[in-house]
Structures are given as structure tokens and as C-alpha cells.
């Protein structure tokens, strides 16, 4: 399985005492497209590594249906015995 890392940057916005209140409300609108977008990006990759994963989940879960159907002696409750 392979893991990618994403790496998001937030540009510098700085607003000094003799900006105007426009330019105060285009900066804070910037950084709130900045904060959606990140938003977006991560709920997009953490939905497909939950998708991979459950898809993962359900081949396991098959494979151990197969298993108990094979030996039909493995059940939930029975103890497991060492070999002695």
C-alpha cells in the first residue's frame, strides 16, 4: 500500500494600518477560499484512503468466510488449543 503526503501552504497576507477596510475584507475572503480549499483537499484524500481501507476490510472478510467455509471444525466460540 502506498501513502502519499500532501503539503498545503498558506500564502503570507499582512494588512498594515493604512489599508483601507476593502482591503481588510479582500484579504479576510482570501483566507477563507484558502481555508475551504484545504478543507476540500483533505476531506477528498481522507475519503479515498476510507474507501481503500473498507475495500480492504471487505476482501479480508471475505477471505476469512472462505476459510471458515473450507473447515467447516472452526467456529467463533471454540477455543483456540495449543499443540501439545
Known sequence: MSTR???LTRPETSVDSSSSLSDV???SRGDIR????TKCLYQADQQAKFLHLQAEVDVLLQQLQTIKQQRP?????APSQ???
Open 34 to 37: 484558502i481555508m475551504q480549499l
Open 5 to 7: 503526503s500532501l503539503t
Open 82 to 84: 495449543p499443540n501439545t
Open 25 to 27: 475584507s479582500t484579504a
Open 73 to 77: 471444525d472452526i467456529t467463533e466460540d
